[in-house]
């Protein structure tokens, strides 16, 4: 009474098919079938098929949590500029506009949630039946990475740590340059020729401190990689005072820093 493998009978279903036109073509498709069905092939191409038709649905899944993130942003927007038209005075008959607004992106914050559990159910169905799918993997992977963009975003390190640690579990390769992040850094000053140093701002006893100081080179620098992370840049020429430039490298950000030099008899700010 042990259970039939689903593939094992709907080959003896076509065997047995009283329509001659829905039965194997002869003994030896018949013999074909049974082995690939005792060697594992017709599990594996079962397990890929289903694998593929879930990928495929949670990559639309992904498309629509990608378009509910833009109506999130909107919304947040819509709240904004209505907070800014309304003083905590007005009576509530005249909020109405700000309080539909608050709903509007509560509304819209929940169906983002829906939206990525929705993808995330799907892609995860497809790795179940076959772990190592690219279409999955894939999906996968620029499933987290919009999450980890939203963490980084709100400001939620532990958020962003667990959705970048997904993102390089899934990634293939194609967004390896966005999981490691780095950002470049563009500095002019006038004069030119000016020579800069930057130094990593580490923290120390919870006092970020400006470390390792290393020279970038002469002004202008365009696109110098960076790390992400926070820097002290240092900007010095003969006969001008010492410019002192912050830094802060977020995920892939081109910082353009466009700079003037006082000379040392020039007043302060």
């Known amino acids: ?5 689903p593939a094992l009978a709907e080959t003896c279903r076509r065997a047995l098919a009283r329509d001659p036109a829905g039965r194997l073509p002869s003994a030896r498709a018949l013999g074909q079938t049974l082995r690939g069905w005792l060697d594992g ?6 397990r890929h098929h289903e694998a593929e038709t879930f990928a495929a649905k949670g990559i639309e899944a992904v498309a629509a949590y990608e378009r509910s993130k833009a109506d999130v942003v909107a919304a947040e927007a819509d709240v904004e500029r209505q907070v800014g038209a309304f ?9 109405r506009p700000l309080l539909a607004s608050r709903r509007q992106l509560e509304a819209a914050t929940i169906g983002r949630a829906m ?3 929705e993808a995330l159910r799907w892609l995860e169905a497809a790795i179940a039946q076959e772990e190592r799918n690219p279409a999955a993997r894939a999906g996968l992977a620029r499933l987290w990475r919009g999450r980890l ?13 667990y959705a970048l640690a997904l993102l390089r579990r899934y990634d293939v390769g194609a967004l390896a340059a966005f999981a490691q992040g780095d950002g470049t850094l563009t500095l002019t000053s006038t004069p030119r020729g000016a020579e800069v140093y930057v130094a990593r701002f580490v923290e120390e006893d919870g006092v970020l401190v ?3 100081e290393r020279r970038l080179g002469p002004t202008p620098l365009h696109g110098v990689p960076l ?3 926070s820097y002290l840049c240092f900007v010095r020429h003969p006969g001008f005072r010492e410019a002192k430039y912050p830094v802060h490298i977020t995920r892939q950000r081109a910082w353009p820093a466009p700079g003037a030099l006082r000379r040392p008899d020039a007043p302060g700010p």
């Open 41 to 46: 092939t017709m599990e594996r191409e079962r």
């Open 149 to 161: 963009a939203d963490a980084e975003a709100r400001g939620e390190p532990a958020d962003a740590g």
């Open 87 to 95: 003083k905590p005075w007005q009576p509530l008959s005249e909020k």
């Open 1 to 5: 009474r042990r259970p039939v493998p």
């Open 227 to 229: 790390p992400m992370g």
């Open 210 to 212: 400006a470390r390792e």
């Open 115 to 117: 939206a990525f559990t």
